[in-house]
């Protein structure tokens, strides 16, 4: 009889952390395979799992390969990610399809929390969250990455919601699901390329200590699901929200022209404003992603003490 156990491959280096309760930083795969350009995209997971490193963390990163969930990849897998064209991008809805028919499977923040849960790793550092779309109340296209906030217990670090989601909603959303929002050392809620936005943060800490304690209590008090770590992109990095919103606006309707839906919003989107900011928006989701990395580190390193 196939059990969980039989579907989740944890690579020997995360095992080995595991064990010996090292701290660990999840990381996900469709920022990799439908997040960023290649050879960019593997770069850039590198680069990230090298953050982690020298934060004294060590870096999982989860994907679906050969009808396993993989917790740890090698360099050779990350590339294959970066590269191929038929990497399936995998919410939870498609985990059993994809397993199933042992394919590859790039998973989202969804997915990835999942994963990380089964293996029991409890931090997770990425970009940017799926969330509530502008223009939502038509389409209901809200992410399942949300829901599943609602109840895993993984704590995701990212660089706040960007201005292709409708900021305000996705809010109120995890307001309604009892998601803490709690953004690091500042009292605007950032979003994503800047590190403002027009909304205030429903929370603040200041240090990695203060949201490892509040993680701790939450789950202690059987509190189910996640906390959304908003992690201001560097002011050096950041692409003003006066000039970026004009992009995204653009690329709104560049999708809706196209008649592009569903999953593959978001990768249009990315795309495509990458491409009018001629790669800027990709150099500055490069920085917060790293940033990200280190933030999620040093929250590991405190929770596992
Ligand atoms: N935002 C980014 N880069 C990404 C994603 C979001 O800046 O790569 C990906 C994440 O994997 C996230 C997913 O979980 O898009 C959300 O997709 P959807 O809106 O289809 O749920
Ligand atoms: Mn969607």
């Not at 010996?20 to 995209?41: D, F, R």
């Not at 999982?60 to 038929?86: H, P, R």
């Not at 042992?102 to 550092?125: C, E, H, P």
């Not at 304690?213 to 990095?237: C, F, H, R, Y």
């Amino acid at each position: 009889m196939n059990t969980l156990h039989s579907f989740l491959q944890i690579s020997l280096e995360v095992k080995e952390a595991l064990v010996q309760n090292k701290p660990l930083v999840a990381l996900e795969s469709t920022i990799i395979s439908h997040g960023m350009p290649y050879p960019k995209n593997v770069e850039t997971a590198l680069a990230v799992e090298k953050v982690v490193r020298e934060n004294g963390a060590i870096p999982a990163t989860i994907a679906i390969i050969n009808g396993k969930c993989c917790v740890g990849l090698s360099e050779n897998e990350i590339e294959i990610f970066g590269k191929e064209k038929n990497v399936w991008k995998v919410s939870l809805r498609d985990m059993p399809y994809i397993i199933s028919k042992k394919l590859y499977g790039a998973t989202t923040v969804a997915s990835t929390m999942r994963i990380a849960n089964m293996a029991g790793i409890k931090i997770f550092a990425t970009g940017g969250i799926g969330g509530v779309h502008r223009g939502a109340e038509k389409t209901m296209d809200i992410s399942a990455d949300l829901s599943e906030m609602a109840h895993t217990n993984v704590a995701v670090v990212c660089a706040g919601v960007k201005s292709i989601l409708d900021i305000g909603l996705t809010l109120e959303y995890l307001e309604t699901k009892g998601i803490p929002v709690v953004t690091v050392g500042q009292k605007s809620f950032p979003s994503f390329y800047s590190k403002e936005s027009n909304y205030n943060s429903p929370l603040q800490l200041n240090t990695a200590k203060e949201i490892a304690d509040m993680l701790q209590i939450k789950w202690t008090l059987g509190l189910e699901g996640s906390v959304l770590i908003a992690n201001p992109i560097d002011a050096k990095d950041e692409i003003p929200y006066s000039v970026i919103e004009k992009y995204i606006q653009a690329a709104i309707q560049e999708a809706e022209k196209k008649g592009i839906k569903g999953k593959d919003v978001t990768p249009f989107l990315l795309q495509e404003i990458a491409t009018q900011t001629k790669g800027n928006s990709l150099e500055a989701n490069i920085a917060l992603i790293k940033n990200n990395a280190k933030m999620g580190a040093a929250i590991a390193k405190e929770l596992y003490i």
